[in-house]
């Protein structure tokens, strides 16, 4: 049996945390666990962001013992509106609903804020003995038999893995000379909270609009959190407007129905694109998260995505460990890229047509795609297939995601 040495994931934000507590669950605490980042001298979290969260991820945090600390502030979404209509147009015609829940008690999703999530999952990886790092990992040596990490705070590290959860533009994935298909997309997501008079009953609304789509997602109180997608341009020209203006913008896209509505922070935009790594694993590396991939927000799908990521790696590394087998070899890693890869290009594919078929001002497209949600809406069947896809629990589901332990 080899000798097993530390896993060292570079990148402290919900994968890589989720990751590391998921990894010293399964593997005890003969392996050394070590999350380096410097974004973990910054707690608690500020991030004023807010993610849905799909009942299979939810079952994962539930799993590792971090779903009861952030469950007070998560807000169930128990309800679903799809409309498509013109900016200008007076009224906005709903074509489909999703209702109900994937299991008895079970919301398909819940709206969390990611300070709160984040913060859970740093005091459970130190609960679990994970060692955390507040800096950045420099450089890293692979070889057939192991990879040697250096920190930049000098520290080295001689390990089995070495897991790449650093973002998007993921520097140990340019290290290891893995190349990205994608492009951007000439459109930017406005995000901003917005406090309303009438209270939303857990009802999520996605408006798509010539521009883009235009969600509505429910906070816990009087709040919900916009996801708002506009050309690069524009999206420019509306963060840069003073209140009045702004809210003046906001109310057109919102409209009435939740009474008097109130902008509660700065609103920010941040370019949209989408890419997907060439190859999810290198010899000793692993990518995960948006090291890997990069979708468009207009299914929600993203940290969902690199979640499935953290279950599927988790559960390979772990199944590997209790057969003897060394953690990083390239047999174990494979059976990761295996399992993710193909997912991920399908979801690719699905956001990339979606994101087509509804941004744009095309009357044929329009009439076509307002048919096609009425006869979904229209087929319990159909929706109810699709209720489970968009919750992570179609497919092959890894354990952690089901809600067992590894």
């Keep these: 049996m080899p000798a097993q040495r530390s896993i060292v994931i570079c990148g402290g934000a ?4 989720a990751l590391a ?31 849905a969260i799909v009942a299979a991820c939810r079952r994962l945090f539930e799993t590792l013992g971090v779903w009861g600390q952030v469950a007070p502030t998560a807000q169930p979404i128990t309800d679903m509106v799809v409309t498509d209509s013109k900016l200008e147009d007076a009224t906005r015609p709903v074509f489909l609903t999703f209702a109900g829940n994937v299991e008895p008690g079970e919301p398909f999703a819940h709206m969390v804020e990611n300070r709160y999530l984040i913060d859970a999952l740093a005091s459970r990886a130190e609960a679990e003995g994970v060692e955390l790092r507040a800096t950045a990992v420099s450089s890293f040596d692979s070889r057939p038999d192991g990879v040697s990490v250096r920190l930049a705070d000098g520290t080295e590290i001689d390990a089995s893995l070495l897991v790449a959860a ?9 290290r290891a000379g893995i190349a990205t298909h994608g492009w951007d997309y000439d459109q930017s997501g406005i995000v901003v909270t917005v406090g309303h008079e009438r209270a939303h009953h857990g009802r999520a609304e996605e408006h798509f609009l010539p521009a883009g789509p235009f969600a509505i997602l429910p906070l816990t109180g009087n709040r919900s959190s916009l996801v708002w997608t506009e050309t690069r341009k524009d999206a420019a020209r509306i963060t840069a407007l003073s209140e009045d203006e702004f809210h003046a913008e906001l109310e057109q896209r919102f409209g009435l129905h939740l009474g008097e509505i109130k902008a509660l922070d700065r609103p920010r935009g941040f370019p949209l694109g989408y890419f997907v790594a060439r190859s999810f694993v290198a010899e000793r590396l692993a990518l995960i998260g948006d090291a890997a991939h990069v979708i468009h927000p207009i299914a929600g799908q993203g940290l969902n995505m690199g979640l499935k990521d953290v279950a599927a790696l988790a559960e390979v590394v772990v199944d590997a460990a209790r057969l003897g087998m060394d953690l990083g070899q390239a047999d174990v890693l494979e059976r990761y890229q295996r399992w993710r890869r193909f997912d991920t290009m399908a979801m690719g594919v699905a956001t990339n047509s979606l994101n087509f078929l509804f941004s744009n001002e095309s009357t044929l497209l329009r009439t076509v795609r307002d048919i096609g949600l009425g006869l979904v809406d229209r087929a319990p069947p159909l929706k109810s297939m699709f209720i489970r896809q968009a919750a992570g629990l179609s497919g092959e589901v890894p354990r952690l995601l089901k809600g067992e332990a590894l």
Aim: aromatic share 2%; no cysteine; glycine share 10%.
């Design 166 to 174: 650093d973002g998007a533009r993921s520097k140990l994935r340019e």
């Design 14 to 17: 919900f994968a890589g945390l």
């Design 21 to 51: 507590v998921a990894l010293r669950q399964g593997l005890g605490p003969d392996i050394p666990v070590i999350v380096a980042d410097p974004a973990l001298s910054q707690r608690p979290s500020r991030d004023p962001r807010a993610t």
